[in-house]
Structure formats: structure tokens, C-alpha cells
């Protein structure tokens, strides 16, 4: 299954959904992994060395951060970005599809834009 890392600022709704829906979801909020307030960079630094998608909102700085890496030939597993306005549900269900279908590496260096 698809390792994931949810931003700072993610919706904690979708997050506790995915859980509750799969259990076993490898899934961690960067504030959990002592990231509380650090830059874009620096997320997606951690999320490549970790070798995790991350799940974001941040559609205006993120997207250009990643590609920005994948440019500099730097390690970037993957981002989803996830729409504010996205309903909960479909969001579980699309991110869920995701990770449980997703071959390892299958997202490498790819921006995708959720929902499906």
C-alpha cells in the first residue's frame, strides 16, 4: 500500500475517515512528524527522503515546489492535491483507490489533482 503523508493543514475529517475506513493505511500528518509550521520545501524534502505521497489543499505553493525538485532531479514520490471543496467522502474514497492500487514508484515526480 501507498505510503502518505497529510500536510499541516490537511483536512483532519479525510484523514480520520481514511483511518477508520482502513486501518492499516501507512499515513502520518507532517505536525506528527515534528513538522508543525515548516516551509513547503522542507515537507516535501522530508515526504522524498520518507518515500511518501503527500496529501495537500496547498494547490497555489506546493505544486510549484514539487516540480521545482523534479527540475533539480531531486527525489519527489508524488502529491495529491485534494480541492477545498472536494465532499469528504469522495475524497476517502478517490485517496483510498489511490493507495491501494498505486504500484511502488507509480507516482514519482507527478503532481495529481483529486477528485478523480
Not at 513547503?40 to 496547498?58: C, E
Not at 516540480?67 to 508524488?78: F, H, Q
Not at 485534494?82 to 474514497?93: E, F, L, M
Request: with cysteine.
Amino acid at each position: 500500500m501507498l505510503p502518505l503523508a497529510a500536510d499541516e493543514n490537511f483536512n483532519g475529517d479525510i484523514v480520520r475517515g481514511l483511518l477508520r475506513r482502513q486501518p492499516d493505511l501507512d499515513i502520518i500528518r507532517v505536525q506528527d512528524a515534528g513538522l508543525s509550521g515548516a516551509d513547503d520545501p522542507t515537507i516535501l524534502d522530508w515526504a522524498a527522503r520518507q518515500g511518501r505521497v503527500l496529501l495537500t489543499h496547498d494547490v497555489s505553493t506546493i505544486t510549484r515546489y514539487a516540480y521545482e525538485r523534479v527540475k533539480a532531479d531531486l527525489p519527489m514520490p508524488g502529491v495529491f492535491e485534494v480541492g477545498r471543496d472536494t465532499p469528504v467522502g469522495r475524497a476517502i474514497d478517490d485517496i483510498l483507490l489511490l493507495a491501494e492500487c498505486s504500484l511502488d514508484g507509480e507516482w514519482e515526480g507527478e503532481v495529481r489533482y483529486l477528485p478523480l
